[in-house]
């Protein structure tokens, strides 16, 4: 690692290659990592997964509001069955 | 002094006879106590309504070859390992997703299908028995037939009521030993034999239907023992369907039967002196067709659940080469 030692008697035309080079690097990596964890998402977008799953659920509540507007657990007057009288539930 | 609970009360309607205790359920899932009465939940909610052939239910001597609207609720009396429809049939009616079709709405809509008759199937029509007789009744009026295809579990009174408005039956006879009707459907067998017989007694057309599972009531001399009940009871001209068990629900883990075993079932039916015997569920079978018990001819070629010729005179129920009666409702 050339960059780390000191030569003060050599040209050091390479080790301020070298460090700007890092430089550059160790620069982008610190604003990707930056601009993905201070990003805000603008209103409205879901990750897809849960998009998916939004969708399921408000397919299934559909389904039931359906269901329930089709007064699904009407009870009709059933027929042969006798009552047993003196046995309380 | 007005008890602070109410009522237990006891369903009559199948052989499980139900004690059920203030919002208690039956066996079935679909009758309630509120109040001490009883209740249905599926009166007019089916969950399942399509147009099939007679063929499907089974029926081979009733109408061959015409549609027939069939309808389903959520729901059974028994619990069968191996059953076909058990999504529907072993569900709760919150479960399965319903229609709103009250009776006058199926018999309209059988009559816009083209259908001559409606059956009551795929789950246990016993569990829907108020929606099924009040369907019955108007479609009588409408001039269309009903068909019950059942496991025979069901009590005397009500199937005399029943029978007022029902054509025809299609009985599943499980197997024929007490134990495989306690250790594979959670039932009985004697209430289903009786059944059978009090259907025949009552005027309804009826033919029986053994779906045989391998290594469970695969037993030649059981099936011996249950063509020569049969035979001596229910009478040899009593159509007989053996069908092909494929695995399902608690049974996924047997193999389909083998066909040898299927015909072996016939050839047994047939010595024991049963005159039509069917073998089902096996596409493309020469033992699909319906033969005459005198000339050998064959009445009726049936490939699948299509009718390709018919050959009984529909006004004499006669064979049209010997004139030989044959069992069945032609027209």
């Known amino acids: ?36 964890m201070f990003q805000k998402k603008p209103a409205g977008t879901i990750e ?26 009407e009870l009709t007057p059933g027929r042969h069955y006798r009552v047993l009288e003196g046995e309380e539930s | 002094m007005t008890p602070l609970l109410s009522p237990k009360i006891q369903c009559t309607l199948c052989p499980n006879l139900c004690v059920m205790g203030d919002y208690e359920r039956g066996k079935c899932r679909v009758r309630i106590n509120q109040g001490g009465e009883l209740f249905s939940l599926v009166y007019g909610k089916p969950c399942a309504v399509h147009v099939d052939p007679m063929e499907k239910k089974p029926l081979y001597h009733f109408l061959p070859g015409t549609g027939i609207l069939s309808i389903a609720t959520a729901g059974c009396l028994l619990s069968c390992k ?35 008759s409606i059956a009551y199937t795929y789950t246990e029509p016993t569990v829907f028995y108020e929606y099924m007789w009040d369907t019955c009744a108007l479609a009588h ?49 004697q209430p289903v034999l009786d059944a059978i017989l009090l259907m025949k007694e ?10 045989i599972v ?31 068990f494929y695995p399902n629900y608690r049974y996924r ?27 089902g569920n096996v596409p493309g079978s020469d033992y699909n067709s319906t033969y005459c018990p005198s000339c050998r001819k064959r009445l009726i070629h049936r490939i699948g659940y299509e009718v390709l010729s018919f050959e009984i005179d529909p006004e004499t129920s006669a064979c049209r080469f010997c004139g030989t009666k044959i069992n069945g409702v032609w027209k």
């Open chain 1, 1 to 36: 690692m050339t960059f780390f030692k000191r030569r003060p008697k050599r040209p050091m035309t390479g080790d301020w290659i070298s460090c700007v080079f890092f430089s550059v690097i160790l620069g982008l990596f610190i604003i990707i990592t930056a601009e993905s």
């Open chain 2, 253 to 279: 883990n047997l193999p389909p039967t083998p066909l040898e075993i299927l015909v072996q079932a016939r050839e047994i039916a047939m010595e024991e002196g049963i005159r039509y015997v069917y073998v």
């Open chain 2, 82 to 116: 191996y059953c076909q429809n058990w999504e529907i049939s072993q569900a709760w009616p919150e479960e399965t997703r319903n229609l709103d079709l009250p009776p006058k709405d199926v018999v309209d809509a059988a009559i816009r299908s083209g259908s001559r």
């Open chain 2, 141 to 189: 009026e409408r001039g269309l037939r009903n068909v019950y295809v059942t496991c025979g579990y069901i009590n005397p009174e009500p199937l005399r009521e029943l029978a007022k408005v029902m054509d025809a039956a299609n009985v599943d006879l499980k197997g024929f030993t007490e134990a495989f009707y306690l250790d594979v459907s959670g039932g009985h067998l």
């Open chain 1, 48 to 73: 897809p997964s849960v998009a998916e799953a939004h969708r399921e659920v408000t397919e299934r509540a559909r389904i039931i509001r359906e269901v329930l507007k089709q007064g699904h657990l």
């Open chain 2, 214 to 244: 391998p290594t469970k009531n695969d037993d030649p001399k059981m099936i011996r023992e249950m063509s020569q009940w049969i035979a001596k009871y229910a009478g040899g001209d009593t159509p007989l369907h053996f069908s092909r």
């Open chain 2, 202 to 211: 009552l005027g309804m057309h009826v033919e029986l239907t053994n779906l």
